[in-house]
């Protein structure tokens, strides 16, 4: 099996192509002329970086003076820079100190919610942790089938109720299945889309406010689950979901699909929202816990 860190540079090959004429300059430390910066900040716009970021790795290299000398010192100084747009917040995954651990997993159909799920129980199983799905995206007629199928594979259990029932009285159940056997995790689908926004926004605070009932603690987490692929969409719909839902962390899928995974620093930068996991393919392994130095090692080309 691969090691986690050659699928994770595996999976950002192609935004790391988008940047590397910049990135091959930095490194045989020719002079960062006027045109090289332009250059460079085009190719951070194309790979998604986002304007504020963009600005910020352009200082440090400013900085740093850089510009005129050429140095491949260059590269670390924007290696720096990534790091420290990538860093603020907590990256790990909250786990209760007692009881299930309840993560409400939010986000609009087709970003990998479902895929997200099933791998995210996968790995806590095979943690030897005992796992609870509850199946309340009950709008989506394929969604439970699909589910299922993962909670087969991860061997977790799912509390599922028939297709148009109370989303928020199967999270109700779920958790409760949870709480009484002794589940160390309770993943809760929902749904990506209603007949409207507003019924979508209205239906997961329901739900978020009925779990609460169990125990005030609950949800800990609510996890918006991103296409990278989607770009500048992938932020306004964490800006909407945000307001609506206070979200903990930031699953963003597909890196491996796009030339634009610079989104990860653009949803860091503006968000104030931590990244905690990342896909980077479509293997149980590619869904990997986020860190922001392999990350900015691996967009970057730097070996570890
Ligand atoms: P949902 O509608 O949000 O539940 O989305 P699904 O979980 O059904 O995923 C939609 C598609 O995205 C599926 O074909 C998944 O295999 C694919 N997918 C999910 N995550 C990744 C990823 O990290 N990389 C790639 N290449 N595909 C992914």
Do not use: C
């Not at 090691?3 to 590397?20: E, I």
């Not at 620093?265 to 980077?280: D, F, N, W």
Request: net charge neutral.
């Amino acid at each position: 099996m691969a090691s986690l860190w050659k699928r994770l540079r595996d999976g950002l090959a192609r935004t790391k192509v988008q940047l590397s004429t910049e990135i091959d300059f930095l490194l045989k430390g020719q002079a960062l002329t006027p045109q090289v910066m332009e250059n460079l900040e085009e190719s951070l716009i194309r790979a998604d970086v986002g304007v504020e970021a963009t600005q910020r790795i352009l200082d440090a290299l400013e900085e740093g003076q850089y510009r005129g000398s050429g140095s491949n010192r260059a590269l670390m100084a924007m290696h720096g820079a990534v790091r420290d747009i990538l860093t603020p917040g907590d990256h790990a995954l909250k786990w209760a100190d007692s009881g299930p651990t309840v993560t409400l997993v939010i986000g609009v159909n087709g970003v990998g919610k479902t895929t997200t799920i099933g791998k995210l129980a996968a790995k806590a199983g095979r943690d030897g942790k005992r796992v609870v799905i509850g199946a309340a995206d009950t709008f989506r007629a394929a969604a439970d089938d699909q589910l299922a199928i993962w909670a087969d594979r991860a061997k977790a259990e799912i509390v599922r109720h028939q297709k148009g029932a109370d989303a928020a009285a199967v999270a109700y159940a779920a958790v409760e299945r949870g709480m009484t056997n002794g589940a160390d995790l309770v993943l809760i689908d929902t749904a990506g889309r209603l007949h409207t926004k507003k019924n979508l926004m209205e239906e997961l605070r329901k739900i978020k406010r009925v779990v609460a009932k169990h125990d005030p603690a609950f949800p800990h987490e609510i996890l918006l689950v991103l296409d990278a692929t989607t770009g500048q969409n992938a932020l306004q719909q964490a800006k909407v979901f945000n307001e609506a839902l206070q979200i903990t962390g930031i699953a963003l899928t597909k890196l491996d699909s796009t030339a634009r995974g610079g989104i990860v620093l653009a949803v860091a930068q503006e968000l104030g929202v931590p990244v905690k996991l990342i896909g980077v393919g479509e293997a149980l392994d590619d869904l990997q816990e986020f860190d922001p130095d392999a990350f900015a090692d691996a967009l970057l080309g730097v070996e570890r």
